[in-house]
């Protein structure tokens, strides 16, 4: 009990959230281009169930569900982040954009055919189940496709590849330990500050969620053409909207900062049109 209220203390965690949230509202552009994008998605699918699955004659292939699947989780993943960030805790979305991350890269590499969906999962269609062979396969196309997109053998320059390695560097330093999270009580550790609790709106940590939501988003954006089927490709209009859209998300993208490091847009530009290499006539390959 606190001034008469049940549970009435934690009304400080709740407006420390509230003021958080107002604090995040003046990055106006980055929001608008986040629920352009949901939307876009939320159009996407509906039209894919009404136009596309319905004019569609022929089997599709094994592998075409488990792409939308992918792409369906990756979309929810990046919706929670969104969630999370905008309530003051945008360093814990930030770790699970490293999943998001990997994820969109993988499924990537599979529409390409620099891997498959089985192996992504490290099974073996008709064979057994072993947990260690699974684990196994799956940390060995990880690593194979690491090399292929993002490694010595994706032929990126030099320049962002070192700067791939430099933000899978900052993602460990949070992913594994909150190293990130735990330099913001350096006050307490001084004696120089109280103990933060509740969240506390600083932009170097909100800019760490929101650049790397809006590379994330611009990558799974760019599969999104290959939930056509060949046979049956998604309504003109839907293409127009794609193509407009794909020009808006690379114009944030380039305008991006890290750090006063505006060379961070330009790599991650490189690496998204290089390695997304899909447009909107784009279908499923397989």
């Known amino acids: 009990m606190d001034r008469g209220i049940v549970f009435g203390r934690l009304q400080t965690i709740?407006?420390?959230?509230?003021?958080?949230?107002?604090?995040?509202?003046?990055?106006?552009?980055?929001?608008?281009?986040?629920?352009?994008?949901?939307?876009?998605?939320?159009?996407?699918?509906?039209?894919?169930?009404?136009?596309?699955?319905?004019?569609?004659?022929?089997?599709?292939?094994?592998?075409?569900p488990i792409f939308v699947a992918r792409i369906n989780t990756g979309f929810q993943s990046l919706v929670a982040c969104e969630r999370v960030a905008k309530r003051g805790?945008?360093?814990h979305a930030y770790t699970i954009h490293r999943n998001n991350f990997d994820s969109v890269v993988l499924t990537a590499a599979a529409l390409q055919g620099h891997t498959d969906f089985y192996a992504i999962e490290g099974v073996v269609p008709g064979g057994g189940?072993?947990?260690?062979?699974?684990?196994?396969?799956?940390?060995?196309?990880?690593?194979?496709?690491?090399?292929?997109?993002?490694?010595?053998?994706?032929?990126?320059?030099?320049?962002?590849?070192?700067r791939l390695q430099l933000m899978d560097t900052v993602f460990d330093l949070e992913v594994h330990g909150?190293?990130?999270?735990?330099?913001?009580?350096?006050?307490?550790?001084?004696?120089?500050?109280?103990?933060?609790?509740?969240?506390?709106?600083?932009?170097?940590?909100?800019?760490?969620?929101?650049?790397?939501?809006?590379?994330?988003?611009?990558?799974?954006?760019?599969?999104?053409p290959a939930m056509q089927p060949a046979q049956v490709p998604l309504p003109g209009d839907w293409q127009v909207k794609w193509k407009s859209l794909d020009e808006l998300f690379e114009m944030m993208v380039?305008?991006?900062?890290?750090?006063?490091?505006?060379?961070?847009?330009?790599?991650?530009?490189?690496?998204?049109?290089?390695k997304f290499p899909f447009s909107e006539k784009s279908s499923f390959p397989f």
């Open 14 to 64: 709740a407006d420390a959230e509230e003021d958080f949230r107002r604090r995040v509202d003046e990055f106006a552009g980055f929001h608008a281009l986040a629920d352009a994008f949901k939307c876009f998605y939320l159009e996407t699918v509906e039209s894919i169930n009404t136009h596309c699955r319905p004019r569609v004659e022929t089997a599709l292939s094994e592998f075409f």
């Open 178 to 224: 909150a190293r990130l999270s735990f330099a913001g009580a350096s006050g307490w550790l001084r004696g120089a500050e109280p103990l933060s609790i509740v969240p506390k709106f600083h932009k170097r940590n909100f800019a760490l969620h929101m650049n790397r939501y809006v590379e994330i988003a611009w990558m799974y954006f760019r599969l999104l």
């Open 89 to 91: 805790y945008p360093l």
């Open 129 to 162: 189940v072993d947990p260690d062979a699974v684990k196994k396969r799956r940390k060995e196309t990880e690593f194979a496709v690491r090399r292929l997109m993002v490694g010595q053998e994706s032929g990126l320059t030099p320049e962002t590849i070192e």
């Open 254 to 274: 380039a305008a991006l900062d890290e750090e006063g490091d505006r060379n961070i847009g330009r790599t991650m530009v490189e690496f998204v049109q290089r």
